[in-house]
């Protein structure tokens, strides 16, 4: 489904992302872990095309990235998150969904539109002005949305659980599997919640400084000592 | 659009084509104000659309103007093309002009009202090197005017009243379809967020590109409108910046949201001024005029239309006032990088 | 034991639309209070109108007795009353150092800046890393850890933080709880914002619930029991 | 029976100034009319200002038609005039002016337009007194205006067919620093003579420019706007030596009856010595208002009337001898060429209407 | 060959230094409401025009008439920024207008009060030649103003980056709120940034007053160059403005002296499109990405 061959991406003096080399298959959840800065949601920029990056290929559904713009990756069935929110100013909470379904999946259904505002919640506020007034969960809650309108194939998540309360988060974590089994999705989640991500995520990589530490299952990563030392710390026990 | 909308849009057009004629036709220089004032307006919704949809203000509408008047002037003086057909080409002129300015297509805010005013400059001072074709500094004098079409002599001015209040009600159709459409959703989402809005598959660039053409367009044939009725042309004229800082004053006097807007602060600001202020201060009435441009924006900082809204006389439309809370209220207050 | 600051029914909003309704919040001096509730409760909305940066429509906010309700956010500053915002809260376009600084702004922090700022990158050694880098293309985890660095900065006598862990990795997520248990020690009065219940109700010395705008529970903090909270928190919105 | 004159002149912007000058020199025509005529006919002005704007300008021309004005005076730059004096010929009315000197005006076929002043009659008069100093080499800086590009390309023609070598440099209107180019008629051209072709402000920059940098020239001449009063008591220094178009020395040395009036009732209106703006916007409003007389008494006053008594009267005005083409141009309009001398500006050329020797070589530093 | 190039980067490094101090008033308005007032060309010509009625009136010399002229450009620039501040929507853009309308105010009153009648000083010293080694030409009213330039712009600079008070006023322009929750004032800040502005626009009047000359027409040019100055550098980067200022100058004069004079202006908005396109975000700008 997609693949990274040796990928790199720096900022002037900082490489925030060095070589980094996975793949994954259709229908996989993947978590992405790491220390603050490890690159991560640097990734997610350079596979959605926000970012160009400095070395190396990307596969998707078999074909090469190559320069694809961002929106054009969109229509292709990449949707994504920002991990700060980033609502379409001028826009309500519905309008939001319906530019995104129009241009990313390319045609308009009021039903599943609504289906999404139902699963995320956020029914209520579907009239509200979305670059004003909304809770920042809400706003968190509506980037999954727009993500879901584009009708993706592979959806990535950057921390949409962060600011979540333990017991809701596990709760979201559960409305999440049931929209990837509904629509059949690819994904990839960044979560720095231990729990969710061995609840979520069959399949864990590991980022740190840029560089790819591990990838495997999650007992597999988090009794991987260079994890420990690097991301959870003592608490991983 | 309900019954009562219709209605006024009616009883507007009817006063508008003939009852305007009718009481001033007679008046050459009452009816020279309204086409000046009119072909204001004519910039001032192309700058409204772009400004509006394509979140882009342009400070270099004299660019598209001035290539419109004289693309067209020159095929007619030297090709022998009939007006009317040459006014459309002066549009079609603009827009491939416009193409140019493409480029500029990538910068945001003031860089990007910069670099179409840079244009402009640029589009002058290429008018007067090239003197063999634009006459160069000295332009184009005895222009010919319009033709008589269906009975209707267009070079008198009722006629060119009714050519140019046809134009400007065109364009103000083209603005109000796009803004209805999906189109001016997506366009409307990008202006604060263009990132967030080209994710979900939004070819922003694209789209802002489009809107730049048909505003080029729009003003271009204006500009052939104009050369075409003064007859004269010079570079220093069809490039003034008049014909960018006079249609920003309107539209955003009268409301560049909203479709009336641009037409309504063109007539108030243009006729105001010329009509009272001048008759007022004979040599200072530019100084009432700035101090009503102020006092417009402190007082209705949304424009004339959600004024007049608010007393009643038209009805606010929800997509055309947004009740932005003042930029102090946003969370990440005015930071939006 | 005097109440430092004093919210007595407050209603607050944003625009028409009101958030909080007739919230009572009582902050003891020297004590570490906690905020929890689900998201969208007001939490954020309470703090911020502490602060002065959401308008109020009736109730008062004391501090010290004195009522704030004509104060604006940087004399309540200057009254020694520090937010630290969430991370999205810094000022992307100037370096992380002119960031920390901006910090020491307030009179109290200037004096001693230069201790400070050594204290928070020996705190966040990531932050003396990246010191020149501009905030705005900090990652998000960074910007946090600067949000929290620039509020020690301040040397406050009340501290409100929102959601310090928010997007923050688990290490990193310890440390601010030791930074949080030693600000107590030092006698700091603190109202803490956190989804982490139970890592907050550890340090807390007093709680409060607040739920759709108002506060539905608030006991000293060896009077909560954990399970009892989470029911209210989920409590379908009858009541 | 009294005729109101239309006036549309720029009274704000770029052109403000030139446009109050032409407009003082107007008030002063009528006036003195109206003191002449002794009740017999009584003239009025009604002004509007075009603001530099051909529409405005049009507008204003209608404005004043539908008041009923008999005639109209004024009108500053071609560009303003053309469309201007074509919406006075819709409304049958005579367009008389001194402020477009474009050859492309009087070849309109427009019966109803008039000026007393043309290029070729400021560019006489400087080629004459470039060639009488028998200078071999000149440098022309001139202003890229349409007025402007046209007297340069004029004069760069005239000197050249006089076998005299020229170098041009064209500046923008918005030119301030002209170091460099004074710099490149120094280092390069090194010329005998330098003529500027601009307004006043230009003057000030290019005559500060060779101040400084001095360059071998012989000396500088300019046009219009130049060899004026005002520039001789505010920019003393800069100006001295320097050559322009004058019709009459300063301190004005009258020597008609109607020029010493014409100069006392300036100052008593304006407190000022009148300038050269004046001097035209004086002379063609009188022969307008001779003309309206004239057809008023041969009982009918209409566009046509006054063009035709325009068009057959033969004047000694201040400015010369003024008669009409049947294109409505003044072909015997030549000017005459002052210098700035001390406190004075003569008027050095031509040798018949010299009031003082010209000081060769000679320039400001 | 040698000897024009040296003079024409000579000329175009005062001019400038001139426009260097022209722009920045502009742009650190700019740089900390994200306004662009459009009447600062008018605020700079009002300030020479002091000047000039300081030297008819009581035979001051400009210099003296910079302290006079300072408080009445300070108040004007107060005005403005009073009345900016009573804008509550969209004040990006509302702004354009109001500060348009103010500078057409302005014009018009200069114009009725002064006429349109060019001005200049008399005080002979200031446009005396000031060579340096027989090569380089310049007035020494330029070498004084260009000096007092770098000075200004110097001064400004370390003022941002150095005091508490600079810091703060970056902070507001970068994030209003989050600067109030740092104790900071925003209003008393940004009035800080029109007196600044005021000070650098009355400094560069009486330059332009001392070296050229001036009419009521003048001042839109002014802030037109001294916008696309702003814009060339990146949003309120000071060394930015003396760069692109500097760089403005010596391709006008260098335009001037190895090509035509009358092209000097689409020199500077040819370097303008390519600087704009080469680098978006201006000579200092910088941009972030969205995470
Ligand atoms: N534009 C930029 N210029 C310089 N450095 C940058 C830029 N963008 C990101 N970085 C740096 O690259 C590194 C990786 O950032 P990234 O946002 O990918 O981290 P992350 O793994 O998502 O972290 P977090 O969990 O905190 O969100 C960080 O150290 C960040 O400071
Ligand atoms: N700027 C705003 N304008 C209007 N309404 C707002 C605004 N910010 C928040 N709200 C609304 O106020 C309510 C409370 O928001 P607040 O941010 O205080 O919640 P919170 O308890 O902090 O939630 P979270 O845990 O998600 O941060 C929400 O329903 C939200 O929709
Ligand atoms: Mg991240
Ligand atoms: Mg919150």
């Not at chain 2, 008198?156 to 189109?183: D, E, P, Q």
């Amino acid at each position: 489904m997609l693949a990274l061959d040796d990928v790199s991406m720096n900022f002037g003096g900082v490489a925030a992302l060095r070589n980094v080399t996975f793949a994954m298959d259709e229908g996989e959840t993947l978590g992405l872990i790491g220390p603050n800065g490890a690159g991560k949601t640097t990734l997610f920029n350079v596979i959605s095309g926000v970012l160009t990056p400095s070395a190396g290929r990307l596969e998707f559904a078999g074909k090469p990235l190559g320069k694809a713009a961002n929106w054009r990756r969109a229509r292709q069935g990449i949707g994504r998150t920002f991990q700060i929110p980033q609502p379409m100013h001028e826009l309500t909470v519905r309008e939001n969904l319906m530019v995104a379904q129009r241009f990313g999946a390319g045609r308009t259904d009021g039903r599943r539109i609504d289906e999404i505002l139902d699963l995320l919640d956020l029914t209520a506020k579907q009239h509200i002005d979305a670059a004003h007034g909304l809770a920042l969960t809400e706003q968190k809650a509506l980037e999954v949305g727009k993500a879901l309108a584009v009708e993706p194939r592979l959806l990535m998540l950057d921390e949409v659980l962060g600011g979540l309360e333990t017991a809701t988060k596990r709760a979201f974590g559960q409305t999440l599997q049931r929209v990837r089994e509904r629509y059949g999705l690819t994904m990839i989640v960044i979560e720095h919640d231990i729990e969710t991500i061995k609840t979520l995520c069959p399949r864990v990589v590991v980022l740190n400084f840029g560089e790819l530490i591990a990838d495997g299952t999650p007992d597999e990563v988090f009794n991987d000592a260079r994890v420990i030392r690097s991301y959870t710390g003592d608490s991983a026990a | 659009m309900t019954m009562m909308r219709s209605g006024l849009l009616l009883g507007f057009l009817a006063v508008a084509y003939l009852g305007v004629p009718l009481l001033f036709g007679g008046m050459d220089y009452v009816m020279s104000l309204v086409i000046a004032a009119l072909t204001i307006a004519g910039i001032a919704v192309a700058w409204a659309l772009l400004g509006n949809l394509g979140g882009l203000v342009s400070f270099g509408h004299a660019a598209f103007f001035g290539v419109g008047a004289y693309v067209s002037a020159l095929l007619v003086m030297d090709n022998g093309w009939p007006v009317l057909p040459a006014m459309l080409a002066g549009g079609l002129g603009a827009a491939i002009a416009s193409v140019a300015t493409m480029p500029a297509l990538r910068l945001r805010g003031p860089y990007f009202a910069l670099a179409i005013l840079a244009y402009a400059h640029i589009f002058k001072i290429l008018a007067v090197e090239f003197s063999s074709i634009t006459g160069g500094a000295g332009g184009l004098l005895s222009i010919p005017g319009f033709p008589t079409v269906f009975g209707l002599d267009l070079a008198s001015k009722t006629g060119a009243y009714v050519l140019i209040l046809t134009i400007v009600l065109a364009w103000m159709a083209v603005y109000h379809a796009i803004r209805r459409s999906t189109w001016g959703l997506a366009l409307r989402a990008m202006h604060d967020s263009e990132l967030a809005t080209r994710v979900v598959g939004v070819p922003s660039t694209h789209l802002k590109a489009v809107m730049l053409v048909v505003s080029a367009f729009m003003t271009g044939v204006v500009g052939a409108f104009n050369a075409h009725q003064i007859s004269f042309l010079d570079p220093e004229y069809a490039f003034s910046g008049t014909w960018t800082v006079l249609p920003i004053a309107a539209a955003i006097f009268g409301g560049y949201r909203t479709v009336w807007g641009p037409l309504m602060g063109a007539l108030v600001v243009y006729l105001l001024d010329q009509l009272v202020f001048k008759e007022i201060m004979p040599s200072g009435h530019q100084l009432v005029f700035g101090v009503l441009l102020g006092a417009m924006i402190l007082l209705s900082p949304q424009g004339l239309m959600p004024l007049l809204a608010r007393l009643g006389v038209a009805r606010p439309r929800r997509e055309t006032a947004p009740q932005a809370a003042a930029p102090h209220a946003t969370e990440d207050g005015n930071a939006r990088a | 034991m005097t109440a430092l600051l004093d919210v007595r029914t407050l209603r607050a909003g944003y625009g028409s639309i009101n958030v909080l309704w007739d919230v009572d919040l009582t902050v003891q001096e020297g004590r570490t209070t906690v905020i929890v509730g689900p998201n969208g409760a007001g939490k954020t909305t309470l703090l911020r109108a502490v602060m002065g940066l959401v308008k109020t429509s009736s109730g008062d906010i004391a501090l010290h007795g004195e009522s704030l309700a004509r104060t604006r956010t940087w004399d309540i500053v200057d009254r020694g009353v520090v937010m630290i915002p969430e991370g999205r809260m810094v000022f992307p376009d100037m370096s992380v150092l002119d960031n920390l600084l901006m910090g020491a702004y307030p009179r109290s922090g200037r004096p001693r800046w230069k201790q400070n700022l050594e204290r928070v990158f020996d705190l966040f050694p990531r932050l003396r890393e990246r010191r020149s880098q501009m905030a705005g293309s900090l990652s998000g985890g960074e910007a946090q850890m600067l949000a929290m660095g620039r509020g020690l900065m301040e040397e406050p006598k009340v501290l409100l933080i929102d959601e310090p862990s928010l997007g923050l990795a688990p290490v990193i997520v310890d440390e601010i709880f030791k930074i949080l248990a030693d600000l107590k020690a030092q006698g700091l009065t603190v109202v803490l914002v956190e989804q982490n219940t139970s890592r907050a109700l550890a340090i807390a010395d007093h709680v409060n619930l607040m739920r759709s705008g108002r506060v539905l529970l608030s006991r000293p903090a060896a009077e909560v029991n954990l399970d009892r909270l989470h029911d209210l928190y989920f409590a379908r919105e009858t009541a | 029976e009294t005729f109101t004159l239309g006036s549309q002149v720029p009274l704000t912007g770029n052109l403000a100034r030139v446009g109050t000058g032409m407009h003082e020199g107007i008030s002063v025509a009528i006036a003195m009319a109206n003191k002449e005529l002794g009740g017999k006919h009584e003239f009025k002005v009604s002004t509007i200002d075009d603001e530099s704007n051909p529409a405005k300008a049009v507008a204003a021309v209608e404005k004043l038609a539908s008041e009923g004005v008999v005639a109209l005076t004024g009108g500053y730059g071609s560009n303003i005039i053309g469309p201007a004096s074509e919406a006075a010929a819709k409304s049958d009315l005579v367009y008389i002016t001194s402020g477009g000197v474009a050859p492309e005006l009087t070849h309109r076929d427009l019966d109803t337009f008039f000026r007393i002043n043309n290029s070729e009659g400021y560019g006489k008069a400087m080629l004459g007194l470039l060639k009488d100093m028998g200078v071999k080499k000149v440098s022309v800086i001139y202003s890229n205006k349409e007025a402007t590009d046209a007297m340069a390309k004029y004069v760069e023609e005239g000197l050249k067919e006089a076998g005299v070598e020229v170098t041009t440099h064209e500046f923008d209107a918005s030119t301030t620093d002209f170091k460099s180019i004074m710099n490149k008629v120094k280092l390069r051209d090194r010329s005998d003579a330098i003529a500027m072709i601009g307004y006043e402000n230009d003057y000030v920059g290019i005559l500060r420019a060779a101040s400084v940098l001095k360059p071998e020239a012989k000396a500088i001449v300019g046009v219009w706007s130049l060899a004026t009063s005002q520039m001789n008591t505010e920019f003393h220094d800069l100006v001295q030596n320097v050559y322009g178009t004058s019709l009459l020395p300063y301190p004005v040395k009258f020597s008609g009856d109607e020029a010493v009036e014409f100069s006392a009732t300036y100052k008593e209106m304006f407190g000022k010595e009148p300038d050269y703006l004046g001097q035209f916007g004086y002379v063609q409003t009188r022969l307008l208002i001779d003309a309206v007389v004239a057809a008023a008494d041969k009982g009918e006053v209409s566009g046509k009337t006054v063009a035709q008594e325009l068009r057959s009267l033969k004047a000694d005005t201040l400015i010369g001898d003024v008669a009409f083409d049947e294109n409505g141009d003044n072909p015997n309009f030549s000017h005459r060429m002052g210098q700035h001398q001390g406190d004075r500006v003569e008027i050095v050329w031509p040798e018949k209407a010299a009031t003082a020797k010209m000081n060769f070589p000679a320039v400001p530093w | 060959m040698f000897e024009l190039t040296l003079q024409a980067v000579y000329s175009g490094l005062l001019a400038g230094g001139w426009y260097a101090m022209v722009a920045l008033g502009l742009a650190l308005v700019f740089g900390t409401m994200r306004i662009i007032n459009l009447a600062h060309g008018e605020l700079v010509l009002l300030a020479a025009y002091v000047a000039f009625e300081m030297e008819r009136s009581f035979g001051l010399n400009p210099i003296a008439a910079i302290p006079v002229a300072l408080v009445v450009v300070g108040l004007t620039a107060l005005l403005v920024y009073f009345l900016i501040g009573r804008i509550r929507h969209d004040r990006e853009l509302n702004s354009l207008i109001l500060t348009f309308g103010i500078a057409i105010v302005l014009t018009n009153v200069i114009l009725m009060t002064w006429s349109a009648d060019i001005r200049s000083t008399s005080v002979g010293w200031f446009m005396d030649g000031a060579v340096i080694a027989d090569t380089l030409f310049s007035m020494n009213s330029e070498v004084l103003f260009f000096g007092a330039g770098v000075a200004l712009v110097g001064g400004t600079y370390w003022w941002l980056n150095h005091t508490w008070h600079g810091r703060a006023l970056r902070a507001v322009s970068s994030n209003r709120n989050a600067a109030m929750l740092m104790g900071v004032n925003p209003a008393r800040v940004e009035a800080m940034s029109f007196v600044v502005s005021a000070v650098l626009a009355t400094v560069s009047g009486v330059a332009l007053y001392t070296a050229s000359v001036v009419f009521p027409a003048l001042g839109h040019g002014l802030t037109i160059k001294a916008f696309v100055i702003t814009v060339l550098a990146g949003l309120g980067s000071v060394p930015g403005v003396l760069l692109g200022a500097v760089i403005l100058g010596v391709g006008e004069t260098m335009t001037a002296t190895f090509a035509k004079p009358s092209l000097q202006e689409l020199t500077g908005m040819v370097i303008f499109l390519l600087i704009l396109f080469l680098r978006p975000s201006g000579l200092f700008g910088r941009k972030v990405v969205g995470k």
